[in-house]
DNA sequence: CGGTTATTTGAAATACGTCAATTCAAGTGG
DNA sequence: CCACTTGAATTGACGTATTTCAAATAACCG
């Protein structure tokens, strides 16, 4: 669905050349309900809420390459605020915007449409997780996500250029306990995560406690 | 945004009578990934997914006169199951798909817009809950949150017709966890659930421990 | 009523968080 | 290349929140 673009969703793309911005990691790219197509050409970002005593919850990963800031096709967006999590390069994307109020949906708006969905998906996927997954449940769920976003296939090690006390953030796990279920994973040979890269080891291990295959026939709910 | 329909909005309207139908408590409405504008017009419902083992995590509570299984307009949703958590009645509301596709944004395309965004915003709320709230945190955001989603302003009872099982597949605890925060709150003096009605007493207490007021100037982050 | 489902409680296990140090890795300036 | 600094990862000891199991009431429904 990436494939047909029209010549007009070109120029759009061509306009974004102009608007390159570098940021440090902890940078907000944008804060909580703000506008703006934006998309990051390199490095993570992610999208997050931060409570009055310091909690925070990251809502979902940014990846190079992947847009932020912009609406819905045909409609505005719950919009948290989003910050580097590495050092990051975006691009205003302005066009975007006017893209998604268009008539007739075009190559890049289905795009848009499409990601919006993933996007959506994956946050149903996450409040699972968060509610009813276990601590190592989430961290091999989590790692599978990433691989299979990343597009990394069946390869058996991808970057993960994210601390500890992010993915804790994330998952809604202290840095301690995210630590100690990695170190777990670590010496019984599953997965490692060093210095930015996951390697995987036993990826049946890990599909079996990420509880994967969330979707089983949903049962009556009662009785 | 409710108020401006149009004479062509009405027709859609008086369409919906047509196709009314009654469930039981424990009812699919609507099973995973399936398409179909309805109507809520009496009871109570939710959007959920269980998992293999039978842990169930409810996304969202569907009140009556809401809707489900409607595309956002401009582009598809991710659906979950639904499920009737009361008895009730529904109607389909075929023309809502359509609509939300049209082309100048009338009365009612607005208004799902603006249910859509709602929508929106509670999940990234149910994030947080589950993610970094504690469980009395949770039970006190979810009561007031029900409160101001029914409508009842400042009022200090309301219906709430939801069994304990119900509110802790919800808010990620189990039940017997949830029993215990309610009797806390209700020794306490704060609010209490009693046969499908909540009784609030202590509204000030229970915003105190809802960690209300949740976007707080978002913090740097990182220094 | 009688049967069923929901609520409530106690006791015990466990998962997870907090506190406080220590180690490790990466970068910087000499 | 070596201190030196800084942030991240790691570990131990301990406290607490939450779950599980099992059973007793209490509410609901035909």
Redesign the interface.
């Known amino acids: 669905m990436l494939a047909d673009f029209t010549s007009h969703d070109i120029e759009h793309a061509q306009r974004l050349a102009a608007s390159r911005q570098r940021w440090r ?4 790219l944008m ?2 309900g703000a506008v703006g197509a934006h998309l990051l050409v390199s490095g993570w970002a992610c999208s ?10 990251i ?1 979902d990963v940014i990846l190079p390459g992947e847009g932020y800031g912009w609406d ?7 919009r ?2 989003v ?1 580097a999590l590495t050092s990051v390069e975006t691009v205003e994307a302005g066009g975007l915007a006017s893209v ?1 109020e268009g ?1 007739e949906p075009d190559g890049l708006r289905r795009a ?2 499409a990601i ?2 993933e996007e ?2 994956r ?2 996927e ?3 997780r ?3 997954l276990t601590a190592p449940e989430r961290v091999a769920h989590f790692i599978l996500e990433m691989r299979q976003r990343l597009g990394a296939g069946g390869a058996h090690n991808f970057p993960l250029p994210l601390t500890q006390e992010v993915i804790a953030d994330l ?2 796990l202290s840095v301690v306990h995210l630590n100690r279920v990695l170190r777990q994973f670590r010496t019984e040979g599953v997965v490692e995560l060093r210095r930015g890269v996951a390697f995987l080891q036993d990826e049946r291990a890990l599909a079996m406690t990420a ?1 994967l ?4 026939a ?6």
Request: net charge positive; glycine share 14%.
């Open positions: 990691p902890g940078s907000v804060p909580a997050q809420r931060i409570l009055g005593d310091g909690r925070r919850q809502f819905a096709p045909g409609g505005a967006v719950a948290p605020t910050v998604t008539g848009l449409q919006q969905r959506d998906v946050r149903l996450h409040i699972v968060l509610g009813r998952l809604g509880v295959a969330p979707r089983p949903e049962r009556p709910a009662f009785r």
